[in-house]
Nanobody
């Protein structure tokens, strides 16, 4: 069955960096766009970034543009989210999603001093 497993979350100080990973299985990973979303306490889930199947086309929410980088390794069936210059407003549970419509369980990112 389809599985998406996120990892790499944690506690980081403002200005710090984290890299999230999402390991996929159960479908042809290379054929589908992959997306990251996040959900902060008391807020709706919001889209963060997308990388299309060809890996050349990517897009980002304005709130993370210039700070976050999405990438994928089709040989490892994994999508990444490199997050730099983190801000307290980035605190959320981060989810990956395949364009097949499946979600991972999420990984917590907390930005705090």
């Amino acid at each position: 069955q389809v599985q998406l497993v996120e990892s790499g979350g944690g506690l980081v100080q403002p200005g710090g960096s984290l890299t999230l990973s999402c390991a996929a299985s159960g479908f042809t990973f290379s054929a589908y766009a992959m997306r990251w979303y996040r959900q902060a306490p008391g807020k709706e889930r919001e889209w963060v970034a997308v990388i299309f199947a060809n890996s050349n086309n990517r897009d980002y929410a304005d709130s993370v543009k210039g700070r976050f980088t999405i990438s994928r390794d089709n040989a490892k069936n994994t999508v990444y989210l490199q997050m730099n210059n983190l801000e307290p407003e980035d605190t959320a549970v981060y989810f990956c999603r395949s364009d097949l419509g499946y979600w991972g369980q999420g990984t917590q990112v907390t930005v705090s001093s």
